[in-house]
Each structure stands twice: as C-alpha cells, then as structure tokens.
C-alpha cells in the first residue's frame, strides 16, 4: 500500500513499469521514461518498478527525498518518513549510536544510518529490492561521479546556464515564491526566475535569527535589482519552543538547526502554488568561500583531501559540541563521526572531484536536502532546479580548480543578470549599510528554561558541562539568556527519545558510546 498526498506517476518502459513520486514540482508526465534509471535521473523521482514478476523501490539521482525502509517478519518496508515506520513497527527498535555520534557532531547522520539501528536510508540511485525474506540494496555507479572534469569555466560555463534556463523552464504555471536569503544560490534561482516569468514570481525572506538585519537587507536589495516583490517575515519568540518541535519532526530528528525557517510556511501558504528552494549548487559550483579550498580540491582525489575536507569541517563544528559536552564523550563523537566520514568518501577514491562528491553526499544529501524536502516541502510543492541532473552533470564537468573563488557563479550570473554580481553576499562584500540588531527568538528566558529542563532530564545530562547549564540560567542571574550553541543537539536527543519511548528498547549510553560519565558531587 503507498500512502500518498496525490496521484501517483505511472510511466511504462518496454521491460518495466512504475509509479514514481517526484522531488521536483513539475511532476513529470512519465512521457519518454523506459526504466528506473531514467525515472531517477531525468524526472528526479523515486518510486516502485514492476519488472516482470520482480517488484523493488529506487531513489532518485540527487537523493533529495528520502526512501527509508526496515525488514520485519520475512517483509520489508519503506517509507519517506522514518517516523511513519518507526510508529508502525510491531517489535522493539534499538538505538543507532553510530547515527547519533554524527548526529551530535556534525548535526547530521552519514552514509544510510538513521536514528534506529533497524532503520537505513536507500542512497541516492539505489535500489530496494526484498528476495526470500530479506531486504538487499544494490547501490549502482552514481551517475554525478562517473562525469569527468575535464573543462574549465571558459568552456562548461555556457552549458550550465543553458541547464539552468531550461530547469526553470519546465517549472508549472501559477505563482512562485522564492525563499531569498543572503547567498548566491537563491539569487541565482531569484534571477532564472525574473528572466523567465516575472510576473506571478515573489520573494520571501526569514529573520535568520542572527541577531542583524544584514540577509534581509541584502534579499531586498536583490529582489529589487531585478524587479520582485519582497516581503520579509519574523517568527513570534512566544512559537519558538513549538516551532523547534515540529521542525524535528519534519525532519526526522536527522538535521538539527534552530527554527528560524518555520515562519516562512504561513506567508508560502497562502501565496499558494510553488516554492523555489536554491538547494545544492553551493557544491556543484564549488565558490571555495567555506571549504573547497586548494587542500580540497587537490585532483588526486587522495586521503589528504579527504582529511582536509573533515578538518575544514570539524574546525567549525568541534568548538560547538565542546562547550556543551564533557571531554571523554566529545572525544567518542568525533572519532565515530571521523570513521564515518572517511567510509564514505571511500567511494570516490582517486576521483578529481572527491571532496565536492563527498560533501554532496554527506552534507547535503544528509542534513540540507531536509529543508526543500521536509521543512518547506511538507506544506508547499517546492522546486530543487539548481540539483537538476542535467544542470549538475553540466556543472560537474568543469573541474574544482576552473571553478575556485567563484568563477563559475560569476559565468553564470554574467549571462543571466550581471547586476546581481555586485551586491555583497552573507559572506562576501561589504555589508548594506544601515545593519540594524535584532532580537534572537532564542534567546529567551522561556526558551532557556525549556532547554534546562530537556538537557536535565535526558539520557545525556550526565556529560553536560555545567558551564554551559549555567549559560541556560542566566536569566535567574539577571542576565540575558544565551543558549550555548551544540546544545540543540542534545535536546533533539532527548526529545528523540520521548517521542519513540513506548518502542525503544533500554538507552545506556555509556554502552552505547563506549565512555563513562565522570563523578559528580552533590550540588
């Protein structure tokens, strides 16, 4: 039985039929699609293929929307929801401490690990097929990763953008909104958009809860260059605790982040059809603002390079999760997640672009693809254009080196709005003038209490360092309240564990992680 919001895609191939579900808005027809394979790649769906008497699920190629699935019973079943087979099953589940190290660490899970040791994630371009009673996923050849960078900007640039035009393109008919932030990606939808169909398209910008004005002033800025209604939206501090709540839900407990995107639901919902997300091209185009830089994108595709991508990583995250987290435990987080990271780049051993495949496939396909798919598209139909196959075989092809410090996005932006070139990004260029502060939504006397009491009651209260409880009490102190960051991980965990209690079998999470909590003292 597939449980769905809408019809089905049927397509029929000469030896195979589906019904597919795609993670682009444009729902392709089924026309001209004559296997999985094509399903996957050309119409970004995942769906269930009938081979002759053989039945199996697929994912698609940029791995956006999620097939979870489980074994029970001499069945398997899948969902795009774990909480969906999660609630459903008839037996105890376990703990998946692996999942929850990276979880902890990085915000995000890696490889095909979830929260429940029982339940795994089919990767981008796989299939689920179950024989005999038992589950086997055959990962085929990534298509992305059998594209060879042999082309510099000069030459790739021009197919890109006329990838890009003709993603946009195939967008349907109705009103667009675009979820505008302070970066490059969502101009660059904002600007494909403009040049295709300025009419019924409008952008929309959260408070990222960041303490400045800065993003909302550089989206108004945008969306005025090319000529777009822009509206900005700020989330009442009173929804914070319950927008936090629902967030991790939609995803899963799987990317942890505060809820500064919820507010956005309202204003797309009533401005009705389709949202335009800007997911995915920060990878493809490789703007080495963050961590392509040349230790990354070393062609050799070598072990260095994928020890340079996990320090270019871990050097943000690591202060996060140590001023929330005792030592002994931290230390355990970082080597689980450290193990995992380098399984997973395993794959692309020796290829010219391993780090950029390996970030897709853990940063992005793991933690980011949540916000398209879970976040926003759970309300609103939400477009992916900038991850479309074409446009990121197109992008691919150009080599890490040729697309450096932003020469692709700068190709780019020439042939589409040279304009938007020029305005100052979130993290290049100087910033609009006139940056006004803002009130975090999260930090508040209400919210911090609500953290202590989920941090205090946990499984992982024992390992909190009592510097960073005493953050959570400041108010008490006549101070203002100050979350420390990392510590939204630990709740997510707590709270992952209320929810799923009645299934879960005993959580130790010494056992678990393989540490010890240390003696404390009374008081």
């Not at 990534?142 to 890109?160: C, F, I, K, N, Q």
């Not at 809860?209 to 000529?227: F, H, K």
């Not at 995803?251 to 507010?263: C, H, K, L």
């Not at 390079?305 to 996060?320: F, K, L, P, Q």
Request: hydrophobic fraction near 40%; aromatic fraction near 8%; charge should be neutral.
């Amino acid at each position: 039985m597939l449980v769905m919001d809408r019809e089905p895609i049927r397509w029929e191939g000469e030896n195979q039929r589906g019904l597919a579900w795609s993670e682009r808005v444009e729902m392709f027809s089924g026309a001209g699609i004559g296997d999985w394979r094509d399903a996957a790649c050309a119409g970004a769906a995942c769906g269930l293929v009938a081979e002759g008497r053989r039945t199996y699920a697929h994912s698609s190629v940029a791995g956006v929307a999620p097939v979870y699935w489980m074994e029970h019973g001499g069945a398997v079943y899948f969902a795009t929801t774990i909480d969906a087979l999660a609630l459903a099953s008839p037996r105890r589940l376990s703990v998946d401490w692996e999942a929850w190290a990276a979880i902890l660490a990085l915000t995000y899970p890696l490889g095909q690990r979830t929260p429940f040791a029982e339940i795994r994630r089919l990767p981008p371009f796989s299939t689920l097929r179950a024989r005999r009673g038992k589950a086997y996923v055959d990962e085929r050849p990534w298509p992305w990763a059998e594209v060879e960078p042999s082309l510099d900007v000069g030459t790739g640039a021009a197919d890109v953008v006329e990838a890009l035009r003709a993603a946009v393109a195939r967008l349907p008919a109705g009103p667009i909104t675009c979820p505008l932030s302070g970066g490059l990606d969502s101009r660059l939808c904002l600007g494909l958009l403009a040049e295709h169909r300025r009419d019924d398209v409008s952008a929309l910008t959260a408070d990222p809860e960041n303490g400045t004005d800065r993003e909302i002033r550089i989206a108004a800025s945008v969306a005025e260059t090319v000529g777009v209604p822009h509206h900005a939206v700020a989330g009442d501090p009173a929804d914070y605790w319950s927008d936090f709540e629902l967030r991790l839900l939609r995803v899963d407990y799987q990317f942890i982040r505060s809820p500064w995107q919820m507010p956005e639901l309202v204003p797309l919902l009533k401005a009705g059809g389709v949202a335009v997300d800007g997911f995915g091209f920060d990878v493809l185009a490789v703007p080495g603002d963050r961590v392509f830089v040349p230790d990354t994108i070393d062609p050799r595709g070598d072990d260095a390079v994928v020890e340079a991508v996990w320090n270019m990583t871990r050097d943000r995250a690591e202060r996060r999760i140590s001023r929330v987290m005792r030592g002994r435990l931290g230390s355990a987080l970082w080597a689980s997640a450290h193990r995992q990271f380098t399984a997973e780049s395993e794959q692309f051993r020796g290829h010219a672009a391993r780090a950029v495949l390996t970030f897709y496939r853990t940063r992005q396909v793991r933690g980011i693809a949540m916000a398209p798919h879970a976040i926003l598209g759970a309300d609103v139909p939400t477009a992916v254009p900038l991850v479309d196959d074409s446009v990121a075989r197109c992008a691919l092809a150009i080599s890490p080196q040729s697309k450096a410090a932003g020469s692709l996005y700068d190709a780019v932006f020439e042939a589409i709005d040279p304009r938007l070139r020029g305005i100052a990004t979130d993290r290049r260029g100087d910033a609009p003038p006139g940056e006004s502060p803002l009130r975090r939504r999260g930090d508040s006397a209400t919210v911090a209490d609500a953290l202590h009491a989920s941090v205090t009651n946990g499984p992982l209260a024992p390992w909190i360092r009592p510097s960073a409880l005493r953050r959570l009490t400041r108010h008490h102190r006549d101070k203002q309240p100050r979350p420390p960051r990392g510590m939204l991980e630990v709740v997510a965990f707590h709270l992952w564990c209320e929810r799923y209690r009645h299934v879960l079998g005993e959580i130790d999470v010494a056992e678990g992680f393989g540490v010890a909590p240390r003696a404390t003292h009374p008081g």
